[in-house]
């Protein structure tokens, strides 16, 4: 039983589409991310929603929004899709106490790449 | 700002080998450290999470040390085997403010042949 999954695991499309990609946590944790993995390897946050409130916006261009509809699920929508925004695209969870993290468990990652 | 440095970039060593992977960050204002294995086109899996007010953690073969105070912490793998071969990141949570996101290293990608 997957504890955090998303989908999909491969994204391929065309330049100014519009995508998204789903995430759900069976972990019971208040606090959902979405973490980007560059070329290079490097991660970095990108959102953070604690109880289906946006927490965290690391200055992402405004054409990503990510939504949460529950606690258990965060979704990130993409609009006008550039070269650019190629990358691994991982989802996360962790429970945050007074400001402090638990354990985080992350998904398998989507790759996405805009042609 | 807090940056979280990882040595070496990569690592390799023959089987049965001890190693030691370093991790340092530059504001020692953290919460927790955690410790996380990335295989290729796979996801992250937690290995260790070691608390601020703790000096180590062990899980199996793996330990963990923090020295908070110094900005250090190093990930000890006895023993060494080639399934452990993947790259190594560590991250750090600074709470408060930053409500639970992880800081992440580089990385260390690390390779044990036969």
């Known amino acids: 039983d997957t504890a955090v999954s998303q989908t999909p695991k491969y994204l391929v499309t065309q330049m100014g589409n519009d995508k998204s990609i789903k995430c759900e946590q069976n972990?019971?944790?208040?606090?959902m991310y979405w973490y980007k993995q560059d070329s290079k390897k490097f991660l970095k946050i990108m959102f953070s929603?604690?109880?289906?409130?946006?927490?965290i916006n690391e200055t992402v261009p405004n054409r990503f929004s990510p939504k949460s509809p529950d606690k258990a699920h965060l979704n990130l929508h993409i609009n006008s899709l550039e070269l650019g925004d190629s990358a691994v695209y991982f989802c996360a969870s962790s429970q945050v106490v007074v400001g402090r993290n638990t354990e985080a468990f992350f998904g398998q990652g989507t790759r996405l790449t805009v042609v | 700002k807090q940056e979280v440095t990882q040595i070496p970039a990569a690592l390799s060593v023959p089987e049965g080998e001890n190693l030691v992977l370093n991790c340092s960050f530059t504001?020692?204002?953290?919460?927790?450290l955690q410790w996380f294995r990335q295989d290729p086109g796979k996801g992250l899996t937690s290995l260790l999470l070691?608390?601020?007010?703790?000096r180590e953690q062990t899980s199996g073969r793996l330990n963990a040390s923090l020295d908070k105070s110094s900005g250090r912490s190093t990930l000890y793998i006895a023993a060494s085997q080639p399934g452990d071969s993947a790259t190594y990141l560590c991250?750090?949570?600074?709470?408060?403010?930053?409500?639970?996101?992880?800081?992440f290293g580089q990385g260390t990608i690390l390779t044990v042949h036969p």
């Open positions: 070691i608390q601020s007010s703790q």
């Open positions: 972990l019971g944790h208040d606090t």
């Open positions: 504001d020692s204002a953290i919460y927790n």
């Open positions: 929603y604690n109880n289906k409130e946006l927490i």
């Open positions: 991250a750090v949570n600074a709470g408060g403010t930053s409500y639970g996101k992880l800081t």
